[in-house]
């Protein structure tokens, strides 16, 4: 009876310690980071029109794990970090972002701009590198560009506050 309680623990006793053994090594990936960065722009237009711009980064810092150099014959050697791969994702939303169409005319497109205030139609034009030249009215004119996403970027100068507004039309 005493050797089969002793055999009992004893195998108890290997388990335990092969599941904590195996618990160390399924941590390695504690060479990483990850960070979150939200930044929220509210945008107010001419109209009186508030826009709300959500911008997301997420960054993702991993360093190299290389053995010491001076550990090279011993049997347990030590790990250091090296220099860290920073990688950056980014993301963008608007809660009311406008949307756009487009239909193209043979110099470039006439695009509709949807948004609360009311649709515009416009021609635009490009003018080089991926940029287009937008007429938004007899003596409005803005540059506007595709990003990755196929959002179409239109940048406009408001000379009563002198500044350069931003608004960014989702693809319809």
Known sequence: M????ILTTAICMSCISVVFAQSDESNANNNSSKETVTKIIRIKGPNG???VIKKQEV?????KIKLNPDDQDKTNQTA???DEEVAIQK???ASDMAKYSKISDGKGYVMTF????GN???KVRPVS????IVNLGNKDNGLGHFDKDKNFIVETYDSNVDKVITTIYKAN
Request: glycine content about 6%; cysteine-free.
């Open 114 to 117: 949807f948004n609360k205030s």
């Open 59 to 63: 960054i993702t810092k991993k360093a």
């Open 129 to 132: 590198s991926g940029y287009y």
């Open 80 to 82: 250091i970090y090296g």
């Open 91 to 93: 993301s963008h939303s």
């Open 2 to 5: 005493r050797t089969i309680k």
């Open 49 to 51: 029109e508030e826009k």
């Open 120 to 122: 515009k139609v416009s």
